[in-house]
């Protein structure tokens, strides 16, 4: 079993950076495919970068393709998402999300969720 715990949200002007944190518990992180999605008011999770348990494949959203960057350190638990060039649209609560199987797309590929963080994104 794994717990997840998301850290680094927070109001941002456009065009600014911020980068989140997930740190996960357990001796099998390694074992995890991770991904992020997020959930703005009123609309459905959507997924925003995945990465398999070796980091070396990652997948993204054409939404923050070139702006977004996941990554892991396996050694630390802990997945990473750096946002660059951030959009008011980009604001939503961001939830990291892990599963033993590949790094899918769709929130029913994965079997673990963190708590989420707020990203704000001002005009």
């Known amino acids: 079993q794994v717990q997840l715990v998301e850290s680094g949200g927070g109001l941002v002007q456009a065009g600014g950076s911020l980068r989140l944190s997930c740190a996960a518990s357990?001796?099998?992180?390694?074992?995890?495919?991770m991904g992020w999605f997020r959930q703005a008011p009123g609309k459905e999770r959507e997924f925003v970068a995945g990465?398999?348990?070796?980091?070396?494949?990652?997948y993204y959203a054409d939404s923050v393709k070139g702006r977004f960057t996941i990554s892991r350190v396996n050694a630390k638990n802990t997945v990473y998402l750096q946002m660059n060039s951030l959009k008011p649209e980009d604001s939503a609560v961001y939830y990291c999300?892990?599963?033993?199987?590949?790094?899918?797309?769709?929130?029913?590929?994965?079997?673990?969720w963190g708590q989420g963080t707020q990203v704000t994104v001002s005009s």
């Open positions: 990465i398999s348990w070796s980091g070396g494949s990652t």
């Open positions: 357990g001796r099998t992180f390694s074992s995890y495919a």
């Open positions: 999300a892990a599963d033993l199987l590949g790094a899918g797309r769709s929130t029913s590929e994965y079997k673990y």
